[in-house]
């Protein structure tokens, strides 16, 4: 597929070039329906334009693409403008007969009928590098799902580059994540204070999880410094991976924990080590009335759950 677009684009380039030279110097878009050629349309966008005048198609014009100053984008000098991404509508753009169908262009999102990869050719063609190398072979690979499942091109500003906006894109296709995220303890990324972006680079990695760091913990330590070792005294799983506590997307339990504080704790502590089975006081054996217990909570004494860097800190007291 590729290959033969960029081979079509030369060509046409190449067309362009004659026509420069040999024909009007004004000509800013030529038709290059060669014998076995691709069928642009006569006039580019104003071709278009004779069917396609709504304010929805016309909002184009109000996005970086629609720059003529800049050779470019899709409406810079010598290029195809709106045919650049719709490609060849030469046909599309023609007189049909009653009854005769209309030939397609490349559409995208629900309407489509092109396959992800023919949707996507005509995008990656300028952008290979902004899309990066990552793209190829992660979950958001061009086989699996469009530029346009994300980016909105017809829009003065494209909803998934706006921090406060991106997640609702993401939902779309990621529910549950957004169930998580309406959980009481959650990231603000619902807020638009982060979005998930923040976390995950989705079309320029080659991390697990796409992730915008090599390790789960790396990305947390972006923001929770302080979570970073070495301690003097380290936490084994905090050293390890976050998320065996934690659920970034969001939880039910104080904190985004995975379980609540003494069942989670005890997942991985046996209850032999002091009493914690919690019990109310009343059914307490006397002697040891216990103070492990009476604060349900491991982290009353136990606070420094990240690591400690105290001398005396090696059960995560201070
Ligand atoms: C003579 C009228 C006419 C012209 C000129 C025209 N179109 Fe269309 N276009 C249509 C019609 C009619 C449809 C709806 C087709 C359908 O629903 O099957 C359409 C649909 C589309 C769609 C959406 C396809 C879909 O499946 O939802 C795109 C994108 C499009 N045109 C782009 C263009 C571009 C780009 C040009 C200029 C190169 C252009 N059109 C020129 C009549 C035209
Ligand atoms: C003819 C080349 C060309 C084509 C085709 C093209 N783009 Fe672009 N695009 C550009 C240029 C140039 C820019 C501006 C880059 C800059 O300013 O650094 C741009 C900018 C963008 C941006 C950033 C917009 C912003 O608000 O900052 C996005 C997202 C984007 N393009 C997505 C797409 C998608 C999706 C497609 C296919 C539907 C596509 N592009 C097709 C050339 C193209
Ligand atoms: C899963 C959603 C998603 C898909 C699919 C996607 N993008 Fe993006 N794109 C984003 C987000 C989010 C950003 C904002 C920057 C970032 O987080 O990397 C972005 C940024 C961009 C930018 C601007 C880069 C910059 O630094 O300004 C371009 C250009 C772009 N995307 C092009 C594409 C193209 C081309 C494709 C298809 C090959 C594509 N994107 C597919 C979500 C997506
Ligand atoms: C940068 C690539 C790009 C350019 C340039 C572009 N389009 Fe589009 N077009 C898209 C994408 C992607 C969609 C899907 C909806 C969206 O992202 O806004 C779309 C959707 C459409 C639709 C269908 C709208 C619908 O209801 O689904 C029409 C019609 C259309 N474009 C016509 C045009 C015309 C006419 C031009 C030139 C004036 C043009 N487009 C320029 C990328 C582009
Ligand atoms: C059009 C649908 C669609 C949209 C929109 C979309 N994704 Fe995805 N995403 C997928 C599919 C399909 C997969 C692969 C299957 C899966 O893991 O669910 C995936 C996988 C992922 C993964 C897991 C990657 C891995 O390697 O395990 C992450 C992270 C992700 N998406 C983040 C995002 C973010 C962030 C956004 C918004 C910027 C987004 N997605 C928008 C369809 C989408
Ligand atoms: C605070 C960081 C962070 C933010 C913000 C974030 N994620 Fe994630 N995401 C992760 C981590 C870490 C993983 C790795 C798997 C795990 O532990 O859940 C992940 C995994 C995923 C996966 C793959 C899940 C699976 O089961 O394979 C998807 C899809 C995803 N995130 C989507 C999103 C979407 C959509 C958003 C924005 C609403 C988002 N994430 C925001 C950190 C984050
Ligand atoms: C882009 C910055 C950023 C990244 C990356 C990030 N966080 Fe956060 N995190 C925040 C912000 C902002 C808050 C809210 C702080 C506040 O309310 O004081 C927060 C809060 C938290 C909280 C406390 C929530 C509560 O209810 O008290 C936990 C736990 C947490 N993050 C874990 C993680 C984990 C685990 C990761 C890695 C998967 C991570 N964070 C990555 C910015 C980030
Ligand atoms: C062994 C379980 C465990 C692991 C692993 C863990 N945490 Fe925590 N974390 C906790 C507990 C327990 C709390 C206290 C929750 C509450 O508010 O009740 C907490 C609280 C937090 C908070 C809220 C602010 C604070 O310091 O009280 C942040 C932020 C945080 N953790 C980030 C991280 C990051 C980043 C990692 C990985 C480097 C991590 N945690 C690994 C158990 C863990
Ligand atoms: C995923 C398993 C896991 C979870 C969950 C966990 N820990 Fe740990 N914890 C460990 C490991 C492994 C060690 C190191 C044990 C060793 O070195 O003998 C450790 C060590 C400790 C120590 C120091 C013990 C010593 O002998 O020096 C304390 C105190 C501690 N954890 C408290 C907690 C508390 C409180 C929680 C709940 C917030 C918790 N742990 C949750 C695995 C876990
Ligand atoms: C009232 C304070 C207090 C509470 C609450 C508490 N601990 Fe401790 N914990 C201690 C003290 C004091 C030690 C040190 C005992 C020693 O040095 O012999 C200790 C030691 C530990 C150790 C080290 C191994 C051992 O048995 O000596 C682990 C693991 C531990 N606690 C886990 C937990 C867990 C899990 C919980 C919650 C279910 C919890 N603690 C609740 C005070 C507490």
Request: proline share 6%.
């Amino acid at each position: 597929m590729m290959p033969a677009i960029a081979g079509r684009r030369h060509r046409l380039h190449f067309v362009i070039g004659w026509f420069l030279l040999l024909a009007s110097p004004s000509l800013s878009l030529a038709q290059a329906d060669g014998e076995d050629g691709p069928d642009y349309s006569r006039k580019g966008a104003d071709s278009c334009f004779a069917c396609h005048d709504d304010q929805a198609t016309l909002a184009v014009f109000r996005t970086p693409h629609a720059v003529p100053t800049d050779s470019r984008t899709p409406f810079g000098h010598d290029q195809l403008q709106c045919e650049a991404c719709h490609g060849p509508g030469g046909e599309h753009a023609a007189r049909v007969r009653r009854g005769q169908e209309r030939p397609g262009v490349i559409a995208f999102g629900e309407g489509a009928t092109g396959t992800v990869a023919e949707q996507n050719a005509y995008c990656i063609d300028c952008h290979a590098s902004d899309t990066g190398l990552g793209w190829h072979g992660t979950a958001h690979d061009d086989d699996t799902i469009t530029c346009a499942g994300c980016h909105t091109s017809h829009a003065a500003s494209d909803p998934v580059l706006e921090t406060s906006t991106q997640a609702e894109v993401c939902f779309d296709c990621h529910q549950q994540q957004r169930t998580q995220s309406l959980k009481p303890f959650a990231h603000v990324v619902d807020e638009g204070k982060m979005d998930c972006g923040s976390c995950h680079s989705v079309h320029d990695t080659t991390f697990d999880a796409m992730l915008v760091r090599q390790t789960l913990n790396q990305t947390c330590h972006e923001c929770h410094a302080e979570t970073r070792g070495p301690h003097l005294w380290e936490h084994a799983p905090v050293a390890e991976d976050c998320s065996t506590c934690h659920e970034p997307h969001g939880s039910n339990h104080p904190g985004m924990l995975t379980m609540r504080g003494p069942m989670l704790c005890q997942s991985c502590h046996s209850q032999a080590g002091h009493p914690s089975l919690a019990q109310d006081s009343d059914s307490l054996p006397s002697g040891i009335a216990s103070q492990y217990l009476l604060g349900q909570n491991c982290m009353n004494c136990h606070g420094q759950v990240h690591g400690s860097n105290h001398p005396s800190g090696s059960k995560l007291m201070r």
